[in-house]
């Protein structure tokens, strides 16, 4: 999906320059990226056209009538993002022995690769490229031309204008500031929401701990002798609770002593297994979440399944 329109970028001025002003002035340029794109066998020759030179570097093939000088780097600002959104240059095609029109022109990533400001709508008619299936090496020279950018040559696209050099630099540290302090409180937010989960895993597992005090626990998985008492199950590294009559048992005790929650139920199973005091054998389809209330046969109902040394390690780690 594109983040800007096109047209957003159509920023035309034309002017003339004198030839003197061209050589003089864009020369030492012209030779840094030249050293740039001599890897590619390209160059911008002395009036300025971009030019291919084969490997026998005896034949050479004139891609365009003009000079291509970056001047800026674009953004593009959509409300919620800064994107790095293309190329500001300046274009520069001979009139005549004496003078050099030159264009400033914003160009997108978008009509860079597709190549189609190479129109009246972008730029004028006497800037062309003299075969179409040229236009690939045009784009390469704009690309990597733009390396002899500095730092500080930005443009930002915000709000129907641009803002230029000293302009864009604060727009776009303000932004990142502004952006960094957001992750600072994602992260402020996050370890706050840890800390709750923590001491509500904590809660309900001491209840867990004070539920099996009370309760006949059996060895796994022998037959319940006594119907009317509460049990549980237990080997050497787990132990084995009815889920709703734990969960049951423990919000009644919650309530007794004052305690409320912060975290959701299933959140809180999810939590603690995740931290392996719990183990799991199946999602929840709607909501991903591992369930905590396990089949584990051949016990009949569902029940939590608790690793011992892993519940003693939560308590103690998160209670240091």
Known sequence: ?????????????SEKVKEPLFNFSLSRLRTKINRILQKENLYFDSEGYLSLRFEDKEIETRICNFFVLPTHSLYFDDGEKIHEAGIAVELYSKLNDKKYKRILVNLSDEVIEKGNWLTTAFIDRDFLIYKPDLYRYLRIAIKLSSRILKDEA??????????????????????????????????????????????????????????????????????????????????????????????????????????KLKTEEKQLDNYLIEAGVFESNEKRPKTNLKRADRKTPPLKQRIFMINKIRLNEFINKVEK
């Open 154 to 259: 930005k443009k930002v696209f915000y709000d129907d204008e641009w803002l230029e050099d000293d302009e864009a630099v604060e727009y776009i540290s303000e932004y990142r500031h502004y952006q960094k302090l957001q992750r600072i409180r994602n992260i402020s937010n996050d370890v706050d929401v840890k800390q709750e989960q923590d001491v509500d895993a904590v809660n309900f597992l001491t209840a867990q701990l004070q539920y099996i005090s009370e309760i006949t626990m059996l060895p796994f998985s022998e037959d319940v002798p006594n119907e009317t008492k509460e049990w549980g199950w237990e080997d050497e590294q787990n132990y084995y609770l009815i889920y709703s009559r734990t969960w049951s048992w423990i919000r009644a005790y919650f309530n007794q002593k004052g305690i």
């Open 1 to 13: 999906m594109e983040i800007y329109q096109s047209e957003d970028f159509v920023e035309k001025y």
